[in-house]
């Protein structure tokens, strides 16, 4: 069983920075697939940025791509990073952690429906 916990969210104004993280406890199998998704007020939650536990590999949607950076800490208390840049009014929603043992061909899916463990979410709200 995997246990995710987010921190970071706040306000800040356009062209401003914040940085989300995403504990990691538990069953924290390394062929784990980590993504960063999104939730606005009538909207449908959308995928952020993804990244292979192991391997690294990202994924970044088109909207966020260039302004927002995924990492990950695999020390003792493992820790999954969202690092957001030139944020805008638009980027202003609920960020949810999530986690997945879902791959295909070795690659992550980056759709909300492939990811069954997910975290409480962290507020961003990005004034003009």
């Known amino acids: 069983q995997v246990h995710l916990v987010e921190s970071g969210g706040g306000s800040v104004q356009a062209e401003g920075s914040l940085r989300l993280s995403c504990v990691v406890s538990?069953?924290?199998?390394?062929?784990?697939?980590m993504g960063w998704f999104r939730q606005a007020p009538g909207k449908e939650r959308e995928g952020v940025a993804i990244?292979?536990?192991?391997?690294?590999?990202?994924?970044y949607a088109t909207s966020v791509k260039g302004r927002f950076t995924a990492s990950r800490d695999k020390n003792v208390n493992t820790t999954v990073y969202l690092q957001m840049n030139s944020l805008k009014p638009e980027d202003t929603a609920m960020y949810y952690c999530?986690?997945?043992?879902?791959?295909?061909?070795?690659?992550?899916?980056?759709?909300?429906?492939?990811?069954?463990?997910w975290g409480q979410g962290t507020q961003v709200t990005v004034s003009s």
């Open positions: 990244i292979h536990y192991a391997g690294g590999d990202t994924y």
């Open positions: 999530a986690a997945s043992s879902f791959t295909y061909g070795g690659y992550c899916y980056a759709t909300a429906a492939r990811f069954p463990i």
């Open positions: 538990g069953n924290t199998d390394t062929r784990y697939c």
